[in-house]
């Protein structure tokens, strides 16, 4: 009797570990469901203290005056680094700018540098190896800087009015910019490692909204606010291949996706394209999508299985698919609201950034907890919220600085570490209970 009751115990606590496993599987997956979290908000107004840290002091610029835009947010390849051009002012009390660059290797945005501009930055791009950074502003100027510190400015490329985009191709040796006078300036790097004009497209009828390369043949998607996006050759002489008539709107956005293999456009009549990205058609797009309020933004992750949607209402949707489209998620609302100006997931897959009004914000969007910022706030640093909440009451928003831990991930773990000690203890009682059995 009792050596059956010892093999019943025994096989009892044998059964222990898989169950154990299972609940520790359960709570990862659990914790792997975790929606977008908001964790910081980066206040862009120049004139405010700031409670970023920072480690390259930079000269104070004049007072500057309201209001002030992220207008353009870039990855650099390894996620270490995220650069924003900033707008302030308007024209009666004047315009400025400028390009700021934050660490994200710890996790925590840290300010490394700040570039003033005499007018607004209104695009930001990495080259793809990470070794330039490049600035596109209202001040008719391309600039090219290091990608990496102490980011010198290593050339400054005439031509143009108001360059509102850039972009390079995939081995870093063309850059794209287009501006209000309806043209795209097109240049090559040299021996020196420095960009030379090569070409102007004179093509469009209307200020250029975006430009894309395509990630494989190198093609140059080009958005032109009047209804048309071009298709271009990325060889010399960079004819036109295509022109896709997409929308009876503006199109304000063009993006590819890592992969090449769609081309995507939004316009301020609500729409979303999706196109075959090697050959698209004009007549067959491989699917339409109606929106709910007028886009601003696009931006796809880095493995192309998701379109960021910013829209002028403030709010920032998620879709999944490739080739069709369907809405996984919406960003936690922050009021007041804001139109999202830019998007940018970090090619890692860990965090979100957007650029609106007054602020850049920044999400964790990989399924783990975000980080509890540890770094104090100071009256002589530069400012940056830390929000521990993961939604936002759009009637009541307090945007106080936080620096306590997430309730939710503390239940979360107090509930992780609750189950394991039981299920020890348990294993460590039955299993002096059998050896009593035995024993007798």
């Known amino acids: 009797m009792n050596f059956g009751k010892g093999l019943a115990i025994a096989s009892l606590i044998m059964s222990l570990p898989g169950s154990l496993t299972q609940a520790q599987m359960l709570g990862s997956n659990q914790r792997a469901q975790i929606p977008p979290q908001l964790f910081y908000k980066i206040a862009i107004d120049p004139d405010q203290p700031q409670a970023i840290p920072t480690s390259t002091p930079t000269a104070t610029p004049p007072a500057r005056c309201g209001p002030h835009w992220a207008f353009s947010i870039a990855w650099n390849k390894n996620s270490t680094l ?27 945005p840290r300010l490394l540098r700040t570039i003033h501009a005499t007018e607004w930055v209104e695009s930001v791009a990495f080259s793809p190896d990470g070794t330039r950074l490049v600035t596109g502003g209202y001040d008719d100027t391309v600039n090219v800087f290091e990608g990496v510190s102490p980011f010198n400015h290593l050339q400054t490329l005439t031509g143009g009015r108001e360059i509102e985009t850039v972009a390079i191709n995939s081995n870093g040796t063309l850059l794209a910019a287009g501006g ?46 009047s209804h048309r996006v071009r298709i271009y050759s990325g ?21 590819y996706n890592p992969n090449g293999t769609v081309l995507a456009t939004a316009d301020d009549k609500k729409k979303i394209r999706l196109y075959n990205g090697t050959d698209p058609d004009d007549n067959n797009p491989l699917q339409t999508l109606s929106v709910a309020a007028q886009i601003l933004s696009i931006a796809f992750n880095r493995k192309g299985t998701q379109l960021l949607v910013g829209y002028r209402n403030g709010r920032v949707h998620i879709f999944e698919g490739i080739g069709s489209l369907a809405l996984l998620d919406t960003l936690p609302f922050v009021a007041p609201p804001s139109p999202q100006y830019a998007l940018a997931f970090s090619p890692d897959g860990k965090w979100l950034s957007t650029g609106r009004d007054g ?82």
């Open 82 to 108: 995220m650069a924003a051009g900033v707008g302030s002012g308007n024209r009666v009390c004047g315009r400025t700018g400028d390009l700021r660059i934050f660490d994200m290797s710890s996790g925590i």
């Open 180 to 225: 209000t006078d309806a043209e795209v300036r097109l240049y090559l790097k040299n021996r020196r490692n420095l960009f030379t004009h090569v070409k102007t497209l004179t093509d469009a009828s209307s200020d250029i909204e975006g430009v894309d390369f395509h990630p494989i043949n190198g093609q140059l998607a080009v958005g032109e606010r």
């Open 235 to 255: 060889i010399s002489p960079y004819n036109r291949l295509k022109e896709l008539f997409v929308s009876r709107g503006q199109v304000l956005a063009v993006a």
């Open 359 to 440: 602020d850049i914000l920044m999400f964790r969007v990989d399924g783990v907890r975000a980080p509890t910022p540890t770094t104090p706030a100071s009256s002589t640093e530069a400012i940056t919220t830390a929000i521990a909440a993961t939604t936002v009451n759009m009637t009541a928003v307090n945007m106080t600085a936080v620096n306590t831990t997430d309730a939710s991930t503390g239940t979360s773990t107090k509930m992780d570490n609750s189950s394991t000690l039981k299920a020890l203890s348990l294993i460590t009682l039955l299993t002096a209970v059998l050896h009593s059995i035995v024993m007798q």
